[in-house]
């Protein structure tokens, strides 16, 4: 065979090129492959972790609007929705707990969720029942 780095004729059984020792027992398009395929890989993980991104931030936006309803709660229906909203967070981040890089994000979601929950309901009753 020819070295494909300088082109001289070379043993077909030889790993380096004796001329200018370049690795000839891999085949070039082997490594181009190889090269493509970790390049896709690395591109799939970097779109899913952009998208576990999104969706944290989707969720942890969900129960800071749940929490913030209950500051401009002055309607039942919007009670109603910030309880809906934590009740959706919460889920979510209940979902995602047993992932430990997120433990402290999921955390702090359900922190907000049922904060965001609890006050609604008390919202709720208090303006049912007592107004
Ligand atoms: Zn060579």
């Given at each position: 065979?020819?070295?494909?780095?300088?082109?001289?004729?070379?043993?077909?059984?030889?790993?380096?090129?004796?001329?200018?020792?370049?690795?000839?027992?891999?085949?070039?398009?082997?490594?181009?492959?190889?090269?493509?395929?970790?390049e896709?890989?690395?591109?799939?993980?970097?779109?899913?972790?952009?998208?576990?991104?999104?969706?944290?931030?989707?969720?942890?936006?969900?129960?800071?609007?749940?929490?913030?309803?209950?500051?401009?709660?002055?309607?039942?229906?919007?009670?109603?929705?910030?309880?809906?909203l934590?009740?959706?967070?919460?889920?979510?981040?209940?979902?995602?707990?047993?992932?430990?890089?997120?433990?402290?994000?999921?955390?702090?979601?359900?922190?907000?969720?049922?904060a965001?929950?609890?006050?609604?309901?008390?919202?709720?009753i208090?303006?049912?029942?007592?107004?």
């Amino acid at each position: 065979m020819y070295c494909r780095n300088c082109g001289k004729s070379i043993n077909d059984k030889a790993s380096y090129c004796p001329y200018c020792q370049t690795r000839v027992d891999i085949k070039m398009e082997e490594i181009i492959e190889k090269q493509n395929e970790m390049e896709l890989k690395i591109e799939e993980v970097l779109v899913s972790q952009n998208n576990e991104l999104k969706t944290n931030q989707s969720i942890l936006v969900c129960a800071i609007l749940s929490l913030v309803t209950v500051f401009i709660a002055f309607h039942e229906i919007i009670m109603i929705a910030g309880i809906v909203l934590g009740l959706i967070s919460l889920i979510f981040a209940l979902l995602t707990i047993k992932n430990k890089e997120r433990l402290k994000y999921s955390t702090l979601i359900i922190a907000f969720s049922i904060a965001g929950i609890l006050s609604n309901i008390c919202w709720l009753i208090f303006t049912l029942w007592v107004l």
